[in-house]
């Protein structure tokens, strides 16, 4: 195995090949990171000829009897995978005391979904790496080459090391462009650090690119002017108002209840009208929270990834 630090015990990773020609590459790592948390880093290529999306990836992490310890599934950092395409993921266990316990574990491709092929619509003109005592530094510039404005412009690194005749993954890192909206033959810079403790593994990194149409919504297309970003603030900032009113309108009508309960007495000093007030405010508030989080996750739904970009370390 590679010279990250890691547990005594060897890793065994079993890859499992979806029906949709998407595979897990034998490139993964484990190891214990800077904050004892178990750290599993691969990739899964898309080895069709149809463009796919919402990739999630299984981790179950084993303790040396055979146990399952912990299970969990993240998406692939890209997320929308073009035929031929690469694209890294990473999951943690945040759990010190769970990390402790892992003697294996196993990944596997649970979760994907067919789309349609997307443009080509950025570049990454340049990029350079140093290394200094913070860490394992990137910098460089990507342009909108497609015929579209973008937003979202994300980046994403894939770490490598190669010091066995077997190449691993040992990060995977994302960062925003600034800014992140760019008009067609725009370029903006960008940044990506890793931290000092890995990076005097690093051997060399692949660069992905991924931005958004924020001119489309699902089955909808939006006139040319309208912009989603302030459409979204603008939204968030009336839902929280009408919480804030909500709460002292409700804050005022059941007082009495409010107070019983920050007084600490008891539910069954209560009588039944303030019991069936009280439980009347914590439904509403409930049912508030549920339907605010409803249109935070639609909002998020907006905008579809079209646009991939590519590029090796130098």
Not at 8 to 20: L, W
Not at 141 to 169: E, L, M, P, W
């Amino acid at each position: 195995m590679f010279s990250m630090p890691m547990l005594a015990s060897e890793c065994y990773v079993y890859t499992v090949k979806a029906a949709n020609s998407l595979g897990i590459l034998l490139t993964d790592s484990g190891y214990l990171n800077d904050n004892s948390w178990y750290y599993v880093v691969g990739e899964v290529q898309n080895a069709g000829n149809t463009a796919v999306t919402d990739v999630y990836v299984n981790a179950t992490f084993y303790n040396s009897t055979g146990e399952v310890v912990a299970e969990i599934s993240q998406p692939t950092k890209l997320s929308t995978l073009l035929p031929g395409r690469i694209s890294p993921f990473d999951i943690t266990l945040f759990s010190t005391i769970d990390s402790q316990k892992v003697y294996n574990y196993t990944v596997r491709i649970v979760q994907s979904s067919t789309t349609q092929n997307g443009q080509v619509g950025l570049m990454i003109v340049s990029n350079s790496s140093s290394l200094d005592s913070n860490g394992f530094h990137i910098s460089g510039t990507i342009k909108n080459i497609g015929a579209q404005n973008i937003s979202f412009t994300r980046i994403i690194a894939t770490f490598y090391n190669a010091t066995d005749a077997r190449v691993h993954a040992i990060a995977a890192l994302a960062n925003y462009s600034d800014p992140s909206s760019l008009r067609v033959n725009q370029t903006a810079p960008f940044e990506i650090l890793l931290n000092a403790s890995e990076a005097s593994q690093v051997n060399h990194y692949v660069l992905e690119a991924e931005a958004y149409d924020s001119n489309l919504i699902p089955d909808y297309e939006l006139i040319p002017e309208f912009q989603p970003m302030p459409f979204v603030s603008t939204l968030l900032i009336l839902t929280t108002t009408i919480g804030l009113v909500l709460k002292h309108f409700l804050k005022k009508k059941h007082a009495a209840p409010r107070q019983a309960i920050s007084t600490g007495n008891k539910w069954a000093h209560l009588t039944r009208r303030q019991k069936a007030n009280t439980e009347m405010l914590l439904k509403k508030q409930t049912s508030y929270l549920l339907w605010q989080t409803r249109i935070i996750l639609s909002l998020s739904r907006i905008h579809q990834p079209i646009f991939i970009a590519h590029c090796h370390s130098p």
